[in-house]
């Protein structure tokens, strides 16, 4: 099945923009919607945005000023940027596909770690 | 945002027991509800979605139940490899948001 694999940097400087990459077994699907989530001991799993079709997105409007998803069906990617950051966006971050039909994530990555020092 | 409520926020319980959790909405979300368990160093596995559906490959001991604001995730007979945090997710509006998690911990 589908397979999802997040890359980027484990280390962004305060200020700077957080670039993630996702890589999608086979290339992102239609069928489905791709999802940013981090997870933080003191805030849980917070759902940061999604992309489907060939670019359409809706992103939490806590972090929607920062926050740009897009996708590269060429290089079966999807990416996050996150501008302007903080030590409060330091987290465990996953790429996650969504079932269209539900919005049940059904097919996680592995998550990457982010640090942002304070 | 809606705020998804899970009790308790850990349970102890024996291999072979029943074990019921509890989510609730702060808002009623139909049935647009998912069920999540997460172990130690792993992402979130989607159990349930829609409320009620049983994901693929998803053991039958797993069932969800609720509409509206109130939901449940019952475990029939607890496994040894179900000890995991389990996490509630509404997917009625925007912004999707989770549960704060319950922990299953071994008696």
């Known amino acids: 099945q589908e397979q999802l694999q997040e890359s980027g940097p484990g280390l962004v400087k305060p200020s700077e923009t957080l670039s993630l990459t996702c890589t999608v077994s086979g290339g992102p699907s239609s069928n489905h919607y791709y999802s940013w989530i981090r997870q933080t001991p003191g805030k849980g799993l917070e759902w940061i945005g999604y992309i489907y079709d060939i670019g359409t997105t809706n992103y939490n409007p806590s972090l929607k000023s920062r926050v740009t998803i897009s996708v590269d069906t060429s290089k079966n990617q999807f990416s996050l940027r996150l501008s302007s950051v903080t030590a409060a966006d330091t987290a465990l971050y996953y790429c996650?596909?969504?079932?269209?039909?539900?919005?049940?994530?059904?097919?996680w990555g592995q998550g990457t770690t982010v640090t942002v020092p304070s | 945002d809606i705020q998804m409520t899970q009790s308790p926020s850990s349970v102890s319980a024996s291999v072979g027991d029943r074990v019921t959790i509890t989510c609730r909405a702060s808002q009623g979300i139909s049935s647009w509800l998912a069920w999540y368990q997460q172990k130690p160093g792993k992402a979130p596995n989607l159990l349930i979605y829609a409320a009620s559906s049983l994901q693929s490959g998803v053991p039958s001991r797993f069932s969800g139940s609720g509409s509206g604001t109130d939901f449940t995730l019952t475990i029939s007979s607890l496994q040894p490899e179900d000890f995991a945090t389990y996490y509630c997710q509404q997917a009625n509006s925007f912004p999707l948001t989770f549960g704060a998690g319950t922990k299953v911990e071994i008696k």
């Open positions: 996650a596909r969504a079932r269209r039909d539900s919005f049940g994530m059904d097919v």
